[in-house]
Nanobody, 114 residues
């Protein structure tokens, strides 16, 4: 089973930026599509960005043009650069495979507020 550890969240003002990181144990990371998910209070978890094993990204409409997903397969690490943050981006952010999920990590809290 792969362990996932997310980091980089925090409190930021609207319009600000954050960069999240997800460290994955196990070399299988480099062979699978990965995604960043988020869950806001009272809402279902949603996929906001995903990236193939080869590095092709895709985004939910709500974050397109503001978020950038990337990966470093040599470090088994997934990243999410978040710019122009909005209050509605406030959520706990998680990483995981796309499709067949591993156990979820603890997530990292992102709060966008003035």
């Amino acid at each position: 089973q792969v362990l996932l550890v997310e980091s980089g969240g925090g409190l930021v003002q609207p319009g600000g930026s954050l960069k999240l990181a997800c460290a994955a144990s196990g070399s299988i990371f480099r062979f699978v599509a990965m995604g960043w998910y988020r869950q806001a209070p009272g809402k279902q978890r949603e996929l906001v960005a995903r990236i193939t094993s080869g590095g092709t990204p895709d985004y939910a409409d709500s974050v397109k043009g503001r978020f950038t997903i990337s990966r470093d397969n040599t470090k088994n690490t997934l990243y999410l650069q978040m710019n122009s943050l909005k209050p509605e981006d406030t959520a706990v952010y998680y990483c995981n495979q796309v499709g067949s999920w591993w156990n979820w990590g603890q997530g990292t809290q992102v709060t966008v507020s003035s």
